[in-house]
């Protein structure tokens, strides 16, 4: 079964992971997780997230543990109050997320333009039938994963298809709830990983050498977030 994203979140790599290397080994680790867009195109592997943000990670607990029945108990709403109390924190920041579009952490309500989108027949705007469906539907292929509750440096040290999608070192990566990135750190780390090792920038960045690689969804402007990569590993 295709998976899809359980929430979309800011910075999110799903539409672009198909551009990116495929995965040459078994297992792929996220050291930056956020929604695991890279993962999801690929989630019959095995599976490491790895995540700093606690909302995140406790999100991605609930996703991983929970049950499609489970989740069909969670009544829509429009608004995160009006979960009944036994509905879990993790399920909680779910909805949050899906009351508005691509941001970086959970609101409360359902966003002003979002509900202009249910007006028109959205089906997937807010946490309602078919946003819950589609989360049901897709928790038991993500069961054999895991989820670390910490910064990358928690990763496993073993032979795997990293996918490296950090807070971008600029403007556009400081909007994180966690964006305190040391680059210099993390470009040795990125060096000393074991296997197939893809580093996700923005044009401009020095911490590793980047090549160009892409320009995804034109912005305000008309130009485009234009990306750079930086692949490598040892014995890949």
């Known amino acids: 079964m295709r998976a899809f994203p359980f929430w979309r979140y800011y910075g999110g790599k799903f539409r ?73 924190e993790g399920a909680r920041h779910l909805v949050g997320f899906a009351m508005n579009n691509a941001t970086v952490s959970p609101s409360k309500q359902l966003s002003a333009g979002r509900k202009k989108m249910t007006l028109l027949g959205r089906r997937y705007e807010g946490w309602n039938d078919a946003q819950r469906e589609r989360v049901a539907l897709q928790v038991p292929i993500v069961k054999h994963w895991r989820i670390i509750e910490g910064d990358y440096t928690a990763a496993p040290t073993v032979r795997a298809t990293w996918f ?47 090549r160009p690689f892409a320009t995804f969804k034109a912005g305000i402007n008309g130009s485009g977030s234009k990306e750079v990569i930086w692949t490598g590993g040892l014995g890949a």
């Not at 080994?25 to 930056?32: A, K």
């Not at 943000?53 to 991605?60: F, G, I």
């Not at 070192?169 to 197939?196: F, I, M, P, T």
């Open 164 to 210: 490296v999608d950090p807070p971008y070192s600029n403007k556009v990566g400081s909007y994180y709830v966690h964006s305190d990135v040391d680059y210099s750190a993390l470009a040795a780390w990125c060096q000393e990983r074991v296997g197939q090792v893809i580093v996700c920038e923005n044009e401009g960045a020095t911490w590793l050498p980047f």
């Open 16 to 88: 672009a992971a198909p551009r990116y290397p495929k995965p040459i080994h078994g297992t792929i680790i996220e050291p930056f997780a956020g929604a695991a867009g890279y993962a999801l195109r690929y989630p019959d592997l095995e599976v490491i997230l790895v995540e700093r943000y606690a909302v995140l990670a406790e999100m991605w607990r609930f996703l991983l543990g929970t049950t499609p029945a489970e989740v069909r108990r969670i009544p829509a709403v429009e608004h995160v109050d009006e979960l009944p109390a036994w509905v879990p």
